[in-house]
Structures are given as structure tokens and as C-alpha cells.
């Protein structure tokens, strides 16, 4: 009878700690949606940039994230470290524009998805998509790369929102 009621126990346990983390893709739309095409309903993909730098464009293929819905991280595995798969947290870097990453750090962004797959996170509302902002591969040139500004952005900026699309 006790052992019934452990493994019981230990079901549900297993059962909560896997609906703590969701594979999604993010899907992006330009503000207002129909004024920006060439964003609205498009996919976030990270790209290697330098040296434990992945940044997010507007571009395909659509990276596949892990949400841990506990800890409100975004996240993705690439490689392996000593401690098993290295995870590529989504952050902003550092400056002005901060450009939205994924990357091995520390202090990951903290994110929230509502029940409609919405994102928002600490200055998510001036997030923009920009294009050639010199940055080393010059992936901008073609592709809009993801910042968030502080202060005025360019001009031809456009203003982006993401949803989580379960993958």
C-alpha cells in the first residue's frame, strides 16, 4: 500500500516538473501589424555573433526555445559544457541599443508569456526591429537584428512585439 502511494506521489512530482518547461519558437509582429509585413508573423533566430554571442533576428529559421515556466527563463541548448548541454539564456546586452541575445550568462532576463503566448520582459515595450547597426557579420544588413532602446531609436526602426508558439 505505501509503495502505491509513493509511486503515486512520485508520478505527479514527474508530471508538475515536466509541464514546468515548454518548447516554443517566437513569432514576431510589427506595430501596427498591418504597416510592417515584412516583420508581422515572422520568426526570432538566434545567430552566432562572437564569442558566446548569439544575436536575435527577424529571420528563419525559427530557433526553438525552452520556457521554464518556474524560474521565467528563455532558453536554448547548444553544445556541451562540463556540467552537460550549454544554455544559451535570452538577454539584452549591454548599451545603447541593447540588442537582444542569447547567450551563457548568469543573469538571464526574466520573461513572462500570458495565456495567450504573449511576451514581456523589463523594456519590452521599446523593443525595435533595426537594420545596418555595424554590427561584426553585418547580418543587419539584411536582416532586421532586435534592440531595445532606452532613448530615440532610428527612424525606420519598427516596433515589435513576440508571441510563444509552442514548437
Known sequence: MKFATI?????????????????VT??????????????????????????GINYLLIAEPATKFTYDEESKHLYFEGGQG?????????TIGDGEPGILQANPTDHPTEITIDNLGFITFEGSYNVKGVKNIDDPY????DHYVLAKYDKE??????????????A
Do not use: C, M
Request: without cysteine.
Open 82 to 90: 562540463p556540467n552537460g548541454p550549454l544554455k544559451w539564456y535570452f
Open 138 to 141: 553585418n547580418y543587419s544588413k
Open 153 to 166: 531609436a532610428p527612424s525606420d526602426a519598427v516596433p515589435v512585439f513576440f508571441q510563444a508558439i509552442d
Open 26 to 51: 517566437l513569432k514576431t509582429f510589427g506595430y501596427p501589424p498591418p504597416q510592417y509585413p515584412e516583420v508581422t508573423g515572422k520568426s526570432v533566430s538566434a545567430w552566432h555573433e562572437g564569442a
Open 7 to 23: 509511486t503515486s506521489i512520485a508520478i505527479v512530482a514527474l508530471a508538475q516538473s515536466a509541464t514546468a518547461l515548454r518548447t
